[in-house]
T-cell receptor, first 116, second 114 residues
């Protein structure tokens, strides 16, 4: 069975601080996808990134960066120079590459609060 | 491009009642998935629909059922409501041809069961 663990329930930082959100996953599949989604107070989840299990290159997109380490089954997310607008719940998720491509297994989420 | 829209946004029901939630997928998207998100938890996959047929189901009892229509919109029906069904119900759409997992979510329908 697939499982995603986000050990940090809540994180509070001051604007301009860097913050890293941790994600550890479990799967028996050799091919799988990892995701990060953002959920602002309005409720809809917003897709941030997808990585497949064969691509361990780290990725940077503006102030966001992701560190995928297969050896430790981790897919951590770092926000550099955080801003108040980054305040949201962030979810890490996992899916297999088979027929259920749209079935995501989510972690419990990390509530990030960025204070001015 | 119109995004995913869900209705109603909020509703209150009592135990034993039935509820229907509706979802209009984003233009051009032919796959719809439904997720249940309890307070303080991550979303849990209920089922997905493609070409009007259920195509994958999570660990939910048969009283959770759905439909997809020719225009790709969808309904989620829950019978014999229980207190634990209180949650945010999220609909997500995606074009089938797109690489896995990039789902476009609506803002959800918040169901309270008393």
């Amino acid at each position: 069975a697939q499982k995603v663990t986000q050990a940090q329930t809540e994180i509070s930082v001051v604007e301009k601080e860097d913050v890293t959100l941790d994600c550890v996953y479990e799967t028996r599949d050799t091919t799988y996808y990892l995701f990060w989604y953002k959920q602002p107070p309005s409720g809809e989840l917003v897709f941030l990134i997808r990585r497949n299990s064969f691509d361990e290159q780290n990725e940077i997109s503006g102030r966001y960066s992701w560190n995928f380490q297969k050896s430790t089954s981790s897919f951590n997310f770092t926000i550099t120079a955080s801003q108040v607008v980054d305040s949201a719940v962030y979810f890490c998720a996992l899916s297999d590459s088979g027929g259920s491509n749209y079935k995501l297994t989510f972690g419990k989420g990390t509530l990030l609060t960025v204070n001015p | 491009e119109t995004g995913v829209t869900q209705s109603p946004t909020h509703l209150i029901k009592t135990r034993g009642q039935q509820v229907t939630l509706r979802c209009s997928s984003q233009s051009g998207h032919n796959t719809v998935s439904w997720y249940q998100q309890a307070l303080g938890q991550g979303p849990q996959f209920i089922f997905q629909y493609y070409r009007e047929e259920e195509n994958g189901r999570g660990n939910f009892p048969p009283r959770f059922s759905g439909l997809q229509f020719p225009n790709y919109s969808s309904e989620l029906n829950v019978n014999a409501l229980e207190l634990d069904d209180s949650a945010l119900y999220l609909c997500a759409s995606s074009p089938r041809e797109r690489t896995a997992g990039e789902l476009f979510f609506g803002e959800g329908s918040r169901l309270t069961v008393l």
